[in-house]
């Protein structure tokens, strides 16, 4: 167990519609990312915030939006959903500096019909 | 920006063999991290293990290490004595070791599936 919490594990849903994915990071983490892994493909960099504001951007849709509240938990919004959207979405947590290692939830499995 | 690139889709080894996984990477930065992870049919994303670039000495867990070679920018992983568990797909990824305003996000390879024959 990495400490990660995703919810939720599965969706299904429909062409157009919004979602969102949540995530809590381990105990003292401040740092959330979030990846996407598409159908055989790596893991695509999204977003990362760090205690509560955000730090990098990488390959993430303007449909596509995240925020990482008081608490360090973190939302991941995916909007007029398509569907080349359908993929698995990781969110991992970990400390800052020293080269500390990314861990990683258990993903969340997104399905657009 | 940084690169990963595995350059072996798929590797095959017989069970309680040695199988050697390729990864080079691209950067200008001279200090930065290295790491595998190891995701299985499950789809979990498992660290396997750690590097940190200003060391020469190669690291080490259990039956897994690597073989870092900075000048020529490459990390493998030997798996050995290779148990059906260990089938699975294995990315190599790089972070780079700045701080002060950067991202510590992981940049990963499109990974290697592993099948492991008994």
């Known amino acids: 167990d990495s400490g990660v919490t995703q919810t939720p594990k599965h969706l299904i849903t429909a062409t157009g519609q919004r979602v969102t994915l949540r995530c809590s990071p381990r105990?003292?983490?401040?740092?959330v990312y979030w990846y996407q892994q598409s159908l055989d493909q790596g893991l695509q960099f999204l977003i990362q915030?760090?205690?509560?504001?955000?730090?990098a951007k990488g390959n993430i849709l303007e449909r596509f939006s995240a925020q990482q509240f008081p608490d360090l938990h973190s939302e991941l919004n995916l909007s007029s959903l398509e569907l080349g959207d359908s993929a698995l979405y990781f969110c991992?947590?970990?400390?800052?500096?020293?080269?500390?290692?990314?861990?990683f939830g258990n993903g969340t499995r997104l399905t657009v019909t | 920006a940084q690169t990963v690139t595995q350059s072996q889709p798929e590797m095959s080894v017989q069970e309680a063999e040695t199988v050697t996984l390729s990864c080079t990477y691209d950067t200008s930065e001279s200090d930065y991290y290295l790491f595998w992870y190891k995701q299985p049919p499950s789809r979990q994303m498992i660290l396997v293990i750690r590097?940190?670039?200003?060391?020469?000495q190669n690291a080490t867990e259990n039956r897994f290490s690597v073989n870092f070679q900075k000048a020529a920018k490459s990390f493998s992983l030997k798996i050995s004595d290779s148990q059906l568990g260990d089938a699975a797909m294995y990315f190599c990824a790089y972070r780079s070791a700045l701080t002060q305003g950067g991202s510590e996000k992981l940049v990963f390879g499109k990974g290697t599936k592993l099948t492991v024959n008994p």
């Open positions: 991992a947590s970990s400390r800052t500096g020293g080269g500390s290692p990314l861990h």
């Open positions: 915030y760090y205690n509560g504001e955000e730090r």
């Open positions: 105990s003292g983490d401040l740092s």
């Open positions: 590097q940190e670039a200003y060391k020469q």
